[in-house]
């Protein structure tokens, strides 16, 4: 393959990135926009964050996913993304860190350390090409 056709491989895999991120994390936005975060309020609460920090998780889950489709913003939707994620094992899932689950014996937190890891991959790569604004800065 010629090596001019490298620049389009890795700007078509960042596009599948930023669509696997996106895509994926849409539907947990979703669900919570049908079901409500008033769960949320206990494990919140159990680090005397106020209920209000909550509602970060749309902008995390239901715009961020928007703006990496479009590639507008790409970075800090990847950085946005990944501080959910990091928030959720933290708040939700710290004692799944250490543990393997019964159900296949992988990593108890494994899907979110997948959308964490894919996000900060997001975050460094940037848009590429394919995208309403490609990437410039270090948040674009």
């Known amino acids: 393959m010629a090596s001019d056709d490298v620049p389009l491989r890795d700007d078509l895999g960042k596009l599948v990135l930023r669509f696997t991120l996106g895509g994926l994390l849409l539907f947990h936005g979703v669900a919570k926009l049908r079901n409500g975060i008033s769960w949320m309020s206990e494990p919140l609460g159990a680090f005397g964050l106020p209920m209000f920090v909550g ?3 749309y902008i995390a889950e239901v ?4 703006l990496l489709f479009l590639g507008v913003l790409t970075r800090a939707a990847g950085l946005i993304i990944a501080f959910d994620l990091f928030m959720a094992v933290l708040l939700v899932r ?3 860190v250490f543990q393997i689950s019964q159900r296949g014996g992988s990593w108890a937190i494994e899907i979110e350390a997948f959308f964490f890891l894919v996000a900060v ?3 460094l790569l940037g848009s590429g090409r394919f995208a309403v ?3 410039k800065g270090m948040l674009d």
């Open 121 to 123: 991959a997001v975050f």
């Open 133 to 135: 604004r490609p990437s």
């Open 55 to 57: 509602y970060g998780v």
């Open 63 to 66: 715009a961020s996913p928007f």
């Open 94 to 96: 710290r004692d799944g």
